[in-house]
Nanobody, 116 residues
Framework: QVHLVESGGGLVQAGGSLRLSCAGS????????MGWHRQAPGKLRELVAS???????NYADSVKGRFTISRDNAKNTVYLQMNSLKPEDTAVYYC??????????WGQGTQVTVSS
């Protein structure tokens, strides 16, 4: 079993920055892949960024160059540094983990709101 706890969401003006954190506990195998997804009102949940335990990263085209995902394996924690935020980044952001990129475990979500 895996438990994920997110923090760091909030309200920020366009052009600002936020840093999300997600602390995982439980099976190390099921924390191999960790990632951030987001879901805006009326839209499907989408993958924002992911990172493996070995450090391989992947980003959605819409956030490349603005967001950076990283992880601290010793703490089983993944971070999402979000810079140059846009109103269209407004969404609930979910942390997820799994043995592979087919994420099996999800956090409760944290709201990010970017005002114009």
């Amino acid at each position: 079993q895996v438990h994920l706890v997110e923090s760091g969401g909030g309200l920020v003006q366009a052009g600002g920055s936020l840093r999300l954190s997600c602390a995982g506990s439980g099976s190390i195998l099921r924390l191999n892949a960790m990632g951030w997804h987001r879901q805006a009102p009326g839209k499907l949940r989408e993958l924002v960024a992911s990172v493996t335990r070995g450090g391989t990263t992947n980003y959605a085209d819409s956030v490349k160059g603005r967001f950076t995902i990283s992880r601290d394996n010793a703490k089983n924690t993944v971070y999402l540094q979000m810079n140059s935020l846009k109103p269209e980044d407004t969404a609930v952001y979910y942390c997820a983990s799994g043995r592979t990129m087919n994420f099996d475990y999800w956090g409760q979500g944290t709201q990010v709101t970017v005002s114009s």
